[in-house]
């Protein structure tokens, strides 16, 4: 297969599995986060918007010393995987998941706040029990934010570079993505496969982004 | 039903609830106060939204809150039922969808949506979004989602404080006959003893965090008199003698003595029938006193009476007087009090206007 055809399915590849554990470990996060009153809540908050300003190369750094077989995490999960986790997919969706993680807690928090108690209060006096008010309640409320989320946590991965090359390096059909195959290209004066890839990213973004705006604003017009 | 047990306490840093009170549930209870007395907090412990309670919690002989044995039983299964004062419908579902959210999720399903739905007036509007609606409309729903939940016990917090006065006296006309219906017992909190008088059988009175008093409407509503005697009034229960249609009044019997009032209609403008218990009440301050009965007065109600008590306040006499064992308040003003010479147990005439008798509603 083409060597950018195959970065091009690693990338997606690495968006759909992370953005799938973003969504599954992001929602409670942020419901927690939108009920909590402790002191501790702007801590917590300031560690999950740490990656909206850190150097990704920063973040890739210390997760590459975290995974490497030397420490403690990259020790277990080589013992556990029977693989080394630096330098494997496993790592980039790791790294990835820490990166986009603002990106899907941030609305999925503001929305979770703007919607209170008072309709799930409602909910509970006609006997809905907290998963049921979950599901039939929140859900389908804040559904414009979960889209939101889950979209800029899927683009946000994809256009990521600085984690992935840090702990990922550029293996082909396991850690290569394609903002690192663009950035071969370039070093190889390869400009017009750069154009590709390049070209493609920018296409691909804005369509993904123009998509998502648009069904936000249905969902939007439709629930209010 | 068994009595509602309450033996409970709530502190916050600049307020305190303390009640300690046994609720028969017969009828509609409605419970009184001030705004900030505590009285939406009551319910919030009754329905396990306000976690903060310590104390006991007892309703139909199940134990909803026991913090010594740490009983709590959650909102969700306590199978009370809440209407607040904003409604609080769901955004994303329509008028049916609304109320079938409730039933779907009732145990015992013995009632039909349908006739809930006939009940409280909402055929026309199921397919409506709820954004759609005007706030009587939605009260109305809301109304009517509770109801479908079956609970053993309906809350209803200021219910018509977004109401204007039609919509207030359609929906607490509903009220009486959902629970007439229905044999819903019903706590019902207001801070208007107009609505209270209309739709309530007993009364709680609370005052900052606590019970003041506890008793059948009427009797409590004359106890307040005593706390603010500026707006007192009196509570009346009496059944339908006549209809005067040539004069556009109705009268009403008080033992061998008539009352008269403006032509009594319910909401879909017929006549009462003859026999029907009504609420009636009557300010203090619209009766009058006369010492001897007297034909040359435009007032249509003159009723023989005695005196009981009088007191003084602010430049004005309230006098509570005895009529076929009915009492009155009258509130006259000191200088025609001293006038009048009046003084405990002498038989004056009270008068009144037919226009100064208020219908609440009908007594079931």
């Given at each position: 297969m083409n060597s950018d055809l195959l970065a091009l399915l690693t990338t997606l590849q690495m968006a759909a599995v992370s953005t799938f554990i973003l969504l599954l470990i992001g929602t409670p996060?942020?419901?927690?986060?939108?009920?909590?009153?402790?002191?501790?809540?702007?801590?917590?908050?300031?560690?999950?918007?740490?990656?909206?300003?850190?150097?990704?190369?920063?973040l890739g750094f210390y997760l590459l010393l975290?995974?490497?077989?030397?420490?403690?995490?990259?020790?277990?999960?080589?013992?556990?995987?029977?693989?080394?986790?630096?330098?494997?997919?496993?790592?980039?969706?790791?790294?990835?998941?820490?990166?986009?993680?603002?990106?899907v807690v941030q609305p999925l928090q503001k929305s979770f706040e703007q919607l209170g108690e008072p309709l799930l209060e409602s909910a509970a006096m006609l006997g809905a029990g907290p998963i049921d008010r979950f599901f039939n309640v929140v859900l389908p409320i804040t559904k414009a934010s979960f889209i939101t989320a889950a979209s800029l946590g899927f683009a946000h991965t994809v256009g990521e570079f600085g984690v992935v090359l840090m702990i990922g390096g550029n293996i082909g059909g396991e850690t290569r993505v394609l903002s690192v195959a663009l950035f071969e290209h370039v070093e190889a004066f390869e400009y017009a496969k750069a154009h590709v890839l390049a070209g493609s990213l920018l296409?691909?973004?804005?369509?993904?982004?123009?998509?998502?705006?648009?069904?936000?604003h249905r969902v939007k017009s439709s629930t209010l | 039903m068994a009595p509602l047990i309450i033996d409970c306490t709530v502190r916050y840093s600049v307020f305190e609830l303390q009640i300690k009170q046994e609720l028969a549930l017969n009828g509609v209870l409605g419970i009184y106060g001030q705004s900030g007395?505590?009285?939406?907090?009551?319910?919030?412990?009754?329905?396990?939204?306000?976690?903060?309670?310590?104390?006991?919690?007892?309703?139909?002989?199940?134990?909803?809150?026991?913090?010594?044995?740490?009983?709590?039983?959650?909102?969700?299964?306590?199978?009370?039922?809440?209407?607040?004062?904003?409604?609080?419908?769901?955004?994303?579902?329509?008028?049916?969808?609304?109320?079938?959210?409730?039933?779907?999720?009732?145990?015992?399903?013995?009632?039909?949506?349908?006739?809930?739905?006939?009940?409280?007036?909402?055929?026309?509007?199921?397919?409506?979004?709820?954004?759609?609606?005007?706030?009587?409309?939605?009260?109305?729903?809301?109304?009517?989602?509770?109801?479908?939940?079956?609970?053993?016990?309906?809350?209803?917090?200021?219910?018509?404080?977004?109401?204007?006065?039609?919509?207030?006296?359609?929906?607490?006309?509903?009220?009486?006959?959902?629970?007439?219906?229905?044999?819903?017992?019903?706590?019902?909190?207001?801070?208007?003893?107009?609505?209270?008088?209309?739709?309530?059988?007993?009364?709680?009175?609370?005052?900052?965090?606590?019970?003041?008093?506890?008793?059948?409407?009427?009797?409590?509503?004359?106890?307040?008199n005593e706390l603010d005697e500026a707006a007192a009034q009196t509570s009346l229960c009496l059944t339908v003698a006549a209809h005067l249609p040539q004069y556009a009044l109705s009268s009403l019997s008080l033992g061998l003595q008539s009352l008269y009032l403006p032509l009594l209609k319910d909401n879909m403008g017929n006549l009462l029938t003859i026999g029907s218990s009504v609420r009636i009440t009557i300010a203090a301050n619209e009766i009058s006193i006369v010492k001897q009965a007297t034909v040359d007065s435009s007032m249509v109600n003159q009723l023989p009476v005695k005196i009981t008590t009088i007191k003084t306040f602010a430049g004005n006499s309230l006098l509570s007087v005895v009529c076929q064992q009915q009492t009155f308040f009258v509130q006259i003003s000191l200088m025609s009090s001293e006038r009048l010479v009046l003084s405990v147990g002498d038989k004056v005439i009270i008068q009144f206007k037919a226009s100064a008798l208020h219908f609440l509603g009908l007594k079931d």
């Open positions: 996060m942020a419901w927690y986060l939108a009920k909590m009153n402790s002191r501790f809540k702007v801590l917590i908050e300031a560690v999950i918007a740490l990656p909206l300003v850190l150097p990704p190369t920063v975290l995974m490497s077989p030397q420490s403690l995490p990259g020790e277990m999960w080589q013992q556990l995987s029977g693989q080394q986790l630096a330098f494997s997919f496993s790592a980039i969706v790791i790294g990835s998941v820490i990166y986009s993680l603002p990106f296409v691909g973004s804005f369509v993904l982004l123009a998509a998502i705006y648009l069904l936000n | 007395c505590g009285k939406s907090t009551l319910l919030r412990i009754l329905s396990g939204l306000n976690g903060q309670a310590t104390g006991k919690v007892v309703l139909d002989n199940q134990v909803l809150l026991n913090s010594e044995q740490g009983v709590f039983v959650p909102p969700a299964q306590r199978n009370i039922g809440l209407v607040f004062s904003n409604c609080r419908l769901f955004p994303h579902l329509n008028v049916l969808k609304n109320l079938n959210f409730a039933a779907k999720r009732c145990v015992n399903r013995r009632l039909k949506t349908a006739d809930i739905i006939e009940l409280t007036q909402l055929g026309d509007l199921l397919a409506h979004d709820v954004s759609q609606l005007s706030s009587g409309q939605q009260q109305r729903v809301a109304l009517a989602r509770a109801i479908l939940a079956e609970p053993k016990l309906l809350l209803l917090d200021e219910p018509m404080s977004a109401l204007d006065i039609s919509n207030k006296q359609l929906l607490l006309a509903m009220l009486r006959q959902v629970h007439r219906e229905l044999q819903l017992p019903m706590c019902y909190v207001s801070h208007s003893l107009h609505e209270l008088q209309t739709v309530a059988d007993d009364l709680l009175v609370m005052d900052s965090g606590k019970v003041r008093g506890y008793g059948k409407i009427a009797t409590m509503v004359h106890q307040l």
